[in-house]
C-alpha cells in the first residue's frame, strides 16, 4: 500500500509556471506506474500525464504536450508535474495516482491509490 500526498499548487498568471510534487510513503515507490489527473469544477476528472516504474516511459493528454512533463525520483519516493506556459483552462484540482504494475495507463479506474489533490488556478 502506499499513501500519496501533493503539494505545489496555488495562483498563477497566464503564462506562468509550477511545479506540481507528490511524495509518497513506503519503500516499494519504484514499484508503481504514477500519473496525474485533473478535475475542474462540473467536470469530469481526466488524464493528465503517466510516467512508469523507471521514468523511461511517458505520456500526455494532447491538451498538455509540449506544456507540461512529467518526472519521478525513486531515491526521493517523489513524482513531479513541472507545467508552464499555463492558461486559464488548466484551473483544477490536481491529484496523482498510483497503480501497481510495467505499463502506463491512461484510464482512472485502472489506478488503485490517490492523493487528497492540490488545487491550481491560472487567472489574471
Known amino acids: 500500500q502506499v499513501q500519496l500526498v501533493e503539494s505545489g499548487g496555488g495562483l498563477v498568471q497566464p503564462g506562468g509556471s509550477l511545479r506540481l510534487s507528490c511524495a509518497a510513503s513506503?519503500?516499494?515507490?519504484?514499484?508503481?506506474?504514477m500519473g496525474w489527473f485533473r478535475q475542474a469544477p462540473g467536470k469530469e476528472r481526466e488524464f493528465v500525464a503517466t510516467i512508469n516504474r523507471s521514468g523511461s516511459t511517458t505520456y500526455y493528454t494532447d491538451s498538455v504536450k509540449g506544456r507540461f512533463t512529467i518526472s519521478r525520483d525513486n531515491a526521493k519516493n517523489t513524482m513531479y508535474l513541472q507545467m508552464n506556459s499555463l492558461k486559464p483552462e488548466d484551473t483544477a484540482v490536481y491529484f496523482c495516482a498510483a497503480v501497481s504494475g510495467a505499463a502506463v495507463r491512461v484510464a482512472a479506474r485502472q489506478y488503485d491509490y490517490w492523493g487528497q489533490g492540490t488545487q491550481v488556478t491560472v487567472s489574471s
Open positions: 513506503g519503500r516499494t515507490f519504484s514499484t508503481y506506474v
